[in-house]
């Protein structure tokens, strides 16, 4: 575990590295290290660093997370395209600043929930054309949802409990006879994206009907990524 070390040198730090802390600190949050308050708190002193102490005190008592190439982290979110097709997109992706999704007759499953966003924004732009696009994202990052959709829908599902200065992904949608769900997902929710599914439509149910906490829906027992999820 890393703690407060005399030895850290007093250097300047510059933005990337700030980014590169902010980085981590959201991985620490979405994998439940730290609460809501203390991520809020951390990324105020990350924000504010200085040097290179200041940025040792907001990864205080946090694993140490190693600098990983691209390969390590896979391949970078840029562009994806499907035609006529049905394209998953999974794992430990990087998402630049801005990246492209294009979906004809097609039903695309970009799966963020692992990713490393670089900086502290990122836009994805979703077209469709007769297709589906579903996002997933972390519960613990804000998302921000706009655009054009035609003869479609474009819907957020989660709750949006994310402190302001986590990281935000604004996904901005323009869709012709298409479809584009976001979807939150909390850190304890895995299976197969059906099971995804079911839970978060379950969950906004119940908050709708006022029905007691803890009526989540029973998964069917498959952990892996299996077929994909039956349109809602």
Known sequence: MATMDSSVPSYRVSDAQREQ?????RDHFTAGRLTREQFAARLDVAFQAEIAEDLA????????????????????VRFTLAVVAHVVRRGRL???RRSLVVSVLSD?????????IEGPRAAVFVLTVLGNVDVYLPQGVNVEISGLTLFGHRRDWGRDI????????????????????????????RGRYSDVVRYLKRQQRDER??????????FDGDLGYGPHRENP
């Not at 005190?57 to 970078?76: D, I, K, M």
């Open 94 to 96: 990087q998402l630049r």
């Open 162 to 189: 994310a402190p302001p200065d986590a990281p935000t992904v604004h996904v901005w949608a323009l869709g012709c006879l298409g479809a584009m769900d976001v979807w939150r997902v909390p850190s304890g929710v």
């Open 57 to 76: 005190r907001a990864q205080e008592n946090l694993p140490q997370v190693g600098t990983q190439t691209e390969s390590q982290h896979g391949r970078a």
């Open 108 to 116: 695309i499953d970009l799966d963020l929930r692992q990713a490393t």
């Open 21 to 25: 802390a902010v980085i981590s600190l």
């Open 209 to 218: 009907t006022a029905l007691p906490a803890g009526s989540a829906p029973d």
